[in-house]
């Protein structure tokens, strides 16, 4: 399966093949000139992967070095990103030689801000291994890195030469990992495709059923993101849809400590709250509240959160990418299948946090 993401100034492709991995060499040399790569990833995935990664790029002329992290949300930071400029530098990299990210959100995100701020920018290409980084994070170049006021709050736009999906991949995955994944792909089908979502309705919520019907769930999620990648590549109009869930999910995600909950968990329990307030205020559908809980409870995704701080998340929210001035461009879906933008006064904020 492919994808193209018909960017004018930067096209590239998605390709999504079980056992692809094995073939990453061969997938790169479509796309560069054998040279230096540096292959980022954390220790998690690269005590999984990156031997056959390096090899595979090995033999088809390339020139490997790694970065490893520590796995987690808490490792995306600025004192990692300085650690890897560190390396790049020691191995004299220059703007001619690239970077390989080989991992889930954490490791896309910050390898793409890397690659994007190192000499101002060489180029790069995401192997993404998580549900989560197959069918969002890893697509439309986004890049970024936490700070100790929110989320993604330093980062910037860059898009990759190009995109390799391997499902098998989630079958390493613990089971919380990729049930994470799903609340981004219940996400995909709220805001653009109810056919995702009838295709979510008729699975069943148990990771073997969802790791059989993978590549529907992956290829599905990023035709959705492609779309608006393309119709607004820097977040200024409908892009803006892809963050349902997102504006309450990531205030939970850091007050309550990175890593502690993760991304879809913190969306999922996003998507629950924005629904049942806007449902309250009559913006959306009656009864679109519970089918939202319903869709996400069935795969095992949180739908509340024990610490629930109504005063602490307003003030995350303050931070938000989708605040503009005194207003926030609030996100919402009136039924399945269709999104919308409503734009609040970010004082308005604390109701939706009831």
Known sequence: MKLHIDLPHHPYDIVIERNSLFLAGKWLLDLWEP?????????????????????????AGFEPYLFSFPQGEASKNLETVNEAYKVLAKENFT????????????????????????????????????????????????????????????????????????????????????????????????????????????????????????????????????????????????RLYLNFGHTIGHAIEATAGYGSVMHGEGVAIGMIQITKVAEEKGLVREGLTEEVFQMCQKFGLPTNVQEWDRELLYQALLHDKKARGKTIKLVLVPEIGKAIIHQIPLSQMKEFLV
Not at 35 to 51: F, K, M, N, P, W
Not at 108 to 113: H, K, S, T, V, W
Not at 177 to 188: A, D, N, T
């Open 35 to 59: 040279q230096r790569v540096l292959i980022i990833t954390d220790d998690q995935v690269g005590a999984l992967y990156q031997e056959r990664v390096r090899v595979s790029l090995q033999k």
């Open 95 to 238: 703007r001619s030689d690239g970077i390989v990210a080989l991992g889930g959100g954490v490791v896309g995100d910050l390898a793409g801000f890397v690659a994007s701020t190192f000499m101002r920018g060489i180029h790069f290409v995401q192997i993404p291994t998580s549900l989560t980084a197959q069918v969002d994070s890893s697509i439309g170049g986004k890049t970024g890195v936490n700070t100790s006021f929110a989320k993604n709050m330093v980062g910037t736009f860059s898009q990759p030469d190009g995109v390799l999906i391997d499902p098998d991949t989630l079958g390493t995955l613990g089971e919380r990992e990729l049930i994470e994944g799903m609340g981004e792909v219940i996400k995909y089908g709220l805001i653009a495709d109810p056919e995702l979502w009838h295709l979510l309705e008729e699975i069943t919520g148990r990771p073997e059923d969802i790791l059989k019907h993978a590549e529907d769930i992956i290829y599905r999620s990023c035709q959705v993101k492609r779309d608006h990648v393309v119709a607004d590549e820097l977040d200024l109009g409908i």
